[in-house]
């Protein structure tokens, strides 16, 4: 069965620290992987998309792709407040995996 | 470029009865996927309409069911409701571009079964 891993939380950072998101898949052929932020209440929204190995920086977000390792990570840089949220993982191969998510607070 | 549309946001039902939640899609996305999410939950996947058409289906009993129109708007249909189905419904339209697929969500509607 195709998974998506992630720590639920949840994950207390301090402000103005990297928030460090982790995310594991089971199935190789996975070929392009997400990051959505989602607010208490909200829909998700997509943040950072992913296809091929290495870092993709967007701002204050980096996403890291290991294919080789089946993870991918998310790195928020000077936390705020604003990130306190949930962080969902999605990898797509033919169709949508998502993880549970990972609750992220951001102490000032 | 508008978003996806989700209508109602916030519906009331009672146990028993049947509802029907609607979804328009971003222009020139032709892929609508659903989803349910409950209190601490993560998304669990209904099901996903291509062209109008079941492209995949999810873990979910029979009184959940969907269709797509040739215009790409979709709607999905719970009947004999369930206190157990209070939830965000959650709709998601996508793309996909030089092979790789993209989701937007819209807002959800959010379902109180009393």
């Known amino acids: 069965q195709k998974e998506v891993e992630q720590n639920s939380g949840p994950l207390s950072v301090p402000e103005g620290a990297i928030a460090s998101l982790n995310c594991t898949y089971s199935d190789r052929v996975s070929q392009s992987f997400f990051w959505y932020r989602q607010y208490s209440g909200k829909s998700p929204e997509l943040i950072m998309s992913i296809y091929s190995n290495g870092d993709k920086e967007d701002g204050r977000f980096t996403a890291q792709l290991n294919k080789a390792s089946q993870y991918v990570s998310l790195l928020i840089r000077d936390s705020q407040p604003s990130d306190s949220a949930t962080y969902l993982c999605?990898?797509?191969?033919?169709?949508?995996?998502w993880g549970a998510g990972t609750k992220l607070i951001i102490k000032p | 470029k508008a978003g996806v549309t989700q209508t109602p946001r916030y519906l009331i039902k009672t146990r028993g009865q049947q509802v029907t939640l609607s979804c328009s899609p971003i222009?020139?996305?032709?892929?609508v996927s659903w989803y349910q999410q409950t209190p601490g939950q993560g998304l669990q996947f209904l099901f996903e309409y291509f062209s109008e058409t079941q492209r995949n289906k999810g873990n979910f009993p029979g009184r959940f069911s969907g269709r797509q129109f040739s215009n790409s708007r979709s709607e999905m249909n719970v009947s004999t409701l369930e206190l157990g189905d209070s939830a965000l419904y959650l709709c998601?339209?996508?793309?996909?571009?030089?092979?790789?697929?993209?989701?937007?969500f819209g807002q959800g509607t959010r379902l109180t079964v009393v």
């Open positions: 998601a339209s996508s793309w996909t571009h030089e092979g790789n697929t993209e989701a937007f």
């Open positions: 999605a990898v797509n191969n033919y169709q949508l995996i």
């Open positions: 222009s020139g996305h032709r892929s």
